[in-house]
């Protein structure tokens, strides 16, 4: 594993606790917030951190927003349980990855079903 790759599971592990724990943002406090990927570029000046709400559709920007207020509280405590001479810049997006997939799933279930209605 490099430790591009190293960097990018650690801030996903830390990322989750931080977001599960300690952001008091109304947008963001009390959701079902998943970090799904974090990709650190190659300088590590900056991290794309990819985010799924769960149960919270239609919120995504509200909560987007709650998080970029709160990226310098984040950092310092990312700088506190990962040690890196810099912190890179965090950039949330949205990863719609998991309600697609949802989407898709509840389909072939009524495909399914409308197929055993019709024997």
Same mark, same amino acid.
């Given at each position: 594993m490099s430790r591009i790759e190293r960097i990018n599971a650690e801030l996903q592990k830390q990322l989750s606790i931080v977001l599960r724990d300690g952001i008091n943002d109304p947008?963001?406090?009390?959701?079902?917030?998943c970090v799904?990927?974090?990709?650190?570029? *190659?300088?590590l000046t900056l991290a794309q951190i990819y985010i799924s709400v769960l149960g919270g559709e239609g919120s995504e920007q509200s909560i987007l927003d709650g /998080?970029? *207020?709160a990226q310098g509280y984040i950092k310092s405590c990312l700088k506190s349980k990962i040690?890196?001479?810099?912190?890179?810049? /965090?950039r949330f997006k949205y990863d719609n990855s998991i309600s697609y997939g949802q989407k898709i799933?509840?389909?072939i279930d009524e495909i399914? *079903?409308?197929e055993k209605n019709k024997d």
């Open positions: 947008r963001v406090a009390g959701k079902m917030i799904t990927d974090v990709e650190v570029d *190659s300088d /998080l970029d *207020s040690k890196l001479r810099n912190m890179p810049a /965090l799933d509840k389909i399914n *079903s409308g």
